[in-house]
C-alpha cells in the first residue's frame, strides 16, 4: 500500500464516541433492553464512570483500568474500598 494510503488511514484512527455507536451496541441501553447479564465488566464500568474524553471512550477506559488490574474485579473492588472508606455500608471484601 502506498505511504499515501497509510497516512489517511491514520487520520481514521479516532475513537467513535459511543454515542455514534449503533444503540443497541451502547452500555446502557443494553443495559436496560438486555439486563446487566449481557453486560461486560468493563461495559458496567464504563457506566458508572460516566463518560471517556476526545482520545478514548468510557468503555475503552474501563478495558484499560480491568487490564491494569489483572481483569480482577475483586482487585478493583479492594482499591476502591481503600480509595472510598465510606463504602462500610457493603460488606467489605476479605483480604
Not at 16 to 41: C, V
Not at 61 to 75: A, G, V
Not at 80 to 89: A, H, N, S
Amino acid at each position: 500500500m502506498p505511504f499515501f494510503c497509510l497516512k489517511k488511514m491514520e487520520n481514521y484512527e479516532q475513537k467513535l464516541g459511543i454515542k455514534l455507536w449503533a444503540e443497541e451496541d451502547r452500555p446502557r441501553e443494553k443495559l436496560l433492553l438486555h439486563g446487566r447479564r449481557h453486560l461486560t465488566d468493563a461495559e458496567l464500568i464504563a457506566i458508572l464512570i460516566g463518560s471517556g474524553s476526545k482520545n478514548e471512550t468510557a468503555v475503552d477506559l474501563s478495558k484499560r483500568i480491568l487490564s491494569f488490574y489483572d481483569n480482577s474485579l475483586t482487585k478493583l473492588g479492594k482499591l476502591l474500598f481503600w480509595i472510598f472508606p465510606g463504602l462500610e455500608v457493603l460488606e467489605k471484601p476479605k483480604h
